[in-house]
């Protein structure tokens, strides 16, 4: 695992389309900010009081940013809409309601593909606003362990408490719950019947995969895993050394991992060079993707991950 790592991980994701898993066909899966507690949606159902005649205008470049705020204020009629930089409003709800950010970035490149697919991806981005505005009640089967870097963690303790654990020295985990368009990241166990460790346990468990479900594609000595909770699968380090064993049958060492994007991990069986070659990968990809994460490399040893670099 020389040098030419970072470039055939890099080349790998660009030939995969560079995206996890997709909702609809058109847009990828978008995880929301959390909210205040208590915040309540506009009605999705009431009518405007006055037409707006972009509303029926054909989706284009020319007309994306007046059919956008129109899609906006149909399906939010009560908000507040504060248009902040390109493709990036503020929706906030009536009093008591929360206030969210949201990127349209991600749609509206969607649609610069298939303009005739657009109102879908739209749709989707404002089902997700719905959902962190209002977040719909979650069960068991729900909870989820993500992982995060610190400066988004931080980022979202702004807006409310957060159950987190320590991992690495630039990531933590969250307990989390997976909705159906967003990723609902204010969970109290209490609000289930758990205490924070049961919340934490069934949460890792509805985490896990096979082996073979943890490779999405392999270097000349490193497995990728892509998807939208790839680094999750730290949470299963038997099953990831399965998968290094199914794909490099003949490799040794120490269970070496990194997660340089939210959507991806890099790992396999090695030494210390093969951590430094991780360590290089891992910091080309993460100058290169719009959701980073971390750059340390970690090896399972001794029943937990340690940072080797």
């Not at 980073?292 to 991950?305: D, F, I, K, N, R």
């Amino acid at each position: 695992m020389r040098l030419t790592l970072a470039g055939l991980v890099a080349a790998w994701l660009f030939a995969c389309g560079g995206e996890p898993r997709p909702a609809p066909a058109t847009t990828p899966r978008q995880p929301a900010a959390p909210t205040a507690a208590g915040a309540a949606a506009p009605s999705a159902s009431a009518a405007q009081a006055t037409p707006d005649p972009a509303a029926n205008a054909a989706w284009s470049e020319d007309s994306f940013d007046a059919r956008l705020l129109a899609a906006i204020r149909s399906r939010f009629p009560q908000a507040a809409i504060t248009a902040l930089e390109a493709d990036r409003y503020r929706i906030a709800a009536p009093p008591p309601g929360a206030s969210l950010d949201v990127e349209f970035a991600k749609a509206h490149g969607s649609c610069r593909n298939d303009w005739a697919s657009c109102q879908a991806a739209v749709d989707w981005t404002l089902q997700a606003v719905a959902e962190a505005l209002q977040p719909p009640p979650i069960t068991a089967a729900q909870l989820r362990a993500i992982l995060r870097a610190n400066s988004k963690v931080a980022r979202y303790r702004t807006q409310g408490e957060l159950t987190v654990r320590p991992f690495s020295g630039d990531a933590q985990w969250l307990l989390v719950a997976d909705l159906p368009t967003t990723i609902r990241f204010r969970v109290n166990p209490a609000e289930l019947g758990m205490t924070v460790d049961q919340a934490w346990r069934t949460a890792i468990d509805n985490m896990r995969k096979p082996p073979e479900a943890l490779i999405s594609g392999a270097t000349d000595a490193a497995v990728v895993y892509h998807d939208v909770y790839a680094p999750s699968s730290l949470l299963d380090p038997a099953a990831l050394e399965q998968a290094v064993r199914i794909r490099f049958p003949r490799r040794t060492g120490a269970l070496l991992a990194v997660c340089p994007d939210e959507t991806v991990v890099l790992y396999t069986l090695g030494d210390r060079a093969d951590a430094a070659e991780l360590r290089a990968a891992a910091t080309h990809l993460a100058s290169q993707t719009r959701q980073p994460m971390s750059t340390q490399v970690m090896e399972w040893s001794h029943g937990a991950w340690q940072p080797v670099l």
